[in-house]
RNA sequence: GGAGUGGUAGUUCAGUUGGUUAGAAUGCUGCCCUGUCACGGCAGAGGUCGCGGGUUCGAGUCCCGUCCACUCCGCCA
């Protein structure tokens, strides 16, 4: 038996027992002729006593840091305690002991607050690993998977494997491909999600369906997306939208309780796409704080008070009067910014990333009085009932952003995250749950011409939008005016759930019939012969009585890093891919051998 | 595909207007130390300033190119 005992357990009441510990040397203090060390494995850290017998023993073999150690030993109360660990109260006067293992000088410190950089850390991930920040993250992550697979087990879930070779559909994002040997010029892809398995699940009868899944997408990535990703993915039948959010508001409870102890009582809000994107101008908005966009001109969507707010901004002022949109967000409490903080919130809506031209902003003063960088155009009265128009009140900073409709209702989404984090409005430990409903059917794609998927072309449209969707010609005839077609205005039965700005969750009430799968298939451009290739399984499939079914899936690492309260995924990942999609652990990908090429008949032609 | 930021000791960083021997902290090594727990004290070692080219009497510093990392846009049904 290597040890009795683990690193994190021995406590007072323990003193006197004779153990044997094995662990990490995290750090060793020399005083003369006693040497304490710092005992680490998973559980804790334990302090041990090394007298003078054992010290000369030292002298030939002496610990370094990440040495493991075997230590045999008694239990005893030390003499001045360490209230900060838990084992602070005893240390094990060391009896004998032996260096299992020794260690090269660690390249960055084995501490919570490391001194590695990121691509230090990540070359080393089997030390990082071995530091309690990120052993939190992963333990996190075991306990939101835990309680996923209970919750969804009592509910009478049933987790069934779907292949990860599959077949590619260059449907939405790009496909990582695996070449076949046996059959050779063939490929198979990995899967973006195991959608249409689950769906023919829900055709053999498995009413209940649940996976936690990798899944893999061949995109560029970001702080919060990798290449190969887990998936919480979920599929019910005999349902309407309402049985799925109402399961899985229970499972986010749930997962709340369980891995943070918070009783998420509340009612989960729910908005459409349509008050997301004009009362946030995104559509997954951080609902902890207001700062609403305001619309200051006709809207070209149909939106509530276009008719009163239109006359608000006239004036000789040629911004607004050419602009397409103006939108204004109303700050609380920022009346007072002096002209540094208005310019260098200008410079930002300036940087590319951003891309606007200008903002104008109103200082609504306490005294009631208004200053603004437009005073020249608009009379005190204009700027009131602009102020009005954006529910100011004295004190407030009206910001005002004016242009082409989307970008500038992407720009007046980012300046109110900007001030929300400014203002100290998102804070990492208050959640707010929302689901954003009826999303658009289609979403017109310039390029093409066409119109492409919102969601994934197997979400069933609204039982309203059935027959605008059956009688209409999918055709595009007039690119400009794309916005006039019948199917610009088509809903989905689909639904995000968001958590604090972040999409956790998506899906959707699927199409269960032959004959509108395949008008879908064709609205998105597919004649009958592909849609035959592509998806002819499933077509096949929905003619042998498939039952109406729908389903979500979650984006599990970001559900735990935003529990965890991180902007980055990796360090919920154990082993995670860098921003160039490397593994800079193990130096994938790689070159292959020339055999490899040879056994799979391939040849290299690099660009 | 595009934009921004960064790359200097093992590590994290500083380095002024282009000017003598490129610094700090931490880590590492050695010596001292019987109650530390971020131990302390003394001493020491440690540098292809990412790479290539250019300007200059002289480049860590300026210019061009390139590679790598991170963040973002596009992309991610």
């Avoid at 190969?228 to 986010?252: A, K, P």
């Avoid at 289609?442 to 197997?458: L, Q, S, T």
Wanted: hydrophobic share 40%; proline share 4%.
């Amino acid at each position: 038996m290597f040890r009795t005992n683990t690193c994190g357990e021995l406590k007072i009441t323990d003193v006197n027992k004779t153990v044997t510990l094995a662990g990490w040397v995290q750090t060793v203090r020399k005083f003369g002729s006693i040497t304490f060390v710092d005992l680490r494995d998973r559980y804790g850290i334990t302090q041990l006593l090394l007298n003078e017998t054992l010290n000369a023993q030292l002298e030939t073999n002496p610990l370094g840091r990440e040495f493991v150690l075997q230590a045999s030993g008694k239990v005893t109360e030390r003499s001045s305690k360490n209230v900060n660990i838990a084992t602070g109260e005893i240390e094990i006067a060391v009896e004998r002991f032996t260096i299992l293992n020794k260690s090269i000088t660690p390249p960055f410190t084995i501490q919570d607050d490391t001194d590695g950089g990121d691509e230090l850390r990540m070359k080393y991930r089997f030390l990082d690993l071995r530091r309690n920040a990120v052993k939190k993250n992963l333990e996190l992550r075991y306990a939101v998977g835990r309680s996923t697979r209970n919750y969804l087990h009592e509910n009478n879930f049933m987790d069934i494997e779907t292949p990860f070779l599959i077949k590619s559909t260059p449907e939405g994002a790009r496909d990582f491909v695996v070449p076949s040997r046996m059959n050779a010029g063939q490929f198979y892809a990995l899967p973006q999600s195991p959608q249409t398995f689950k769906q023919l699940l829900m055709v053999s009868g498995y009413d209940r369906y649940y996976q936690i899944v990798k899944c893999f997408r061949d995109e560029d990535l970001r702080a919060d997306r990798q290449p190969e990703f887990t998936q919480i993915d979920c599929e019910m039948c005999f349902v309407e939208q309402e049985d799925i959010l109402q399961m899985f508001e229970g499972l986010v409870r749930r997962i709340f309780k369980d891995v943070k102890n918070i009783d998420y009582t509340e009612v989960i809000e729910r908005m459409t796409w349509e008050e997301a994107m004009w009362q946030y101008g995104n559509d997954k908005p951080d609902i902890r704080f207001g700062i609403k966009l305001n619309n200051l001109k006709f809207p070209s969507h149909t939106f509530a008070d276009k008719e009163n707010i239109s006359s608000i901004i006239t004036s000789d002022f040629a911004v607004f009067n050419e602009a397409e949109t103006v939108l204004a967000i109303c700050v609380p409490n920022c009346s007072d910014y002096t002209r540094k903080q208005t310019d260098e919130l200008v410079e930002w809506v300036k940087r590319p990333q951003i891309g606007m031209k200008g903002l104008a902003f109103i200082k609504y003063n306490t005294d009631g009085t208004f200053k603004s960088s437009i005073d020249k155009f608009f009379t005190n009265d204009q700027l009131k009932n602009i102020a009005a128009a954006c529910h100011a009140v004295a004190g407030d900073l009206i910001l005002i952003l004016a242009g082409a409709e989307e970008k500038t209702r992407k720009a007046a989404s980012d300046l109110r995250m900007y001030m929300g984090t400014t203002l100290g409005l998102r804070k990492a430990d208050d959640f707010k749950l929302l689901w954003v409903l009826d999303f658009p059917l289609f979403e017109y794609d310039e390029d093409g011409n066409r119109w492409v998927a919102r969601h994934h072309p197997f979400t069933s449209p609204k039982p309203v939008d059935i027959n605008t969707m059956i009688n209409n010609n999918p055709a595009i005839e007039n690119a400009a005016e794309y916005l006039k077609h019948p199917y610009a205005n088509i809903k989905a039965n689909a639904y995000d759930m968001v958590l604090n700005g972040n999409e956790i969750g998506g899906g959707s009430i699927r199409i269960f019939q032959r004959e509108l799968q395949e008008k879908m298939f064709a609205a998105l451009g597919m004649d009958a012969e592909e849609q035959q290739h592509k998806f002819g399984f499933l077509l096949g499939a929905f003619e042998y009585g498939a039952p109406p079914h729908g389903g979500i899936a979650f984006g599990f690492d970001r559900l735990c890093s935003i529990l965890g309260g991180s902007e980055s995924i990796r360090d919920f990942i154990a082993f995670p891919k860098n921003n160039s999609g490397r593994d800079v652990m193990i130096d994938a990908p790689s070159t292959i051998d020339e055999k490899q090429f040879e056994e799979l008949q391939i040849r290299l032609d690099v660009k």
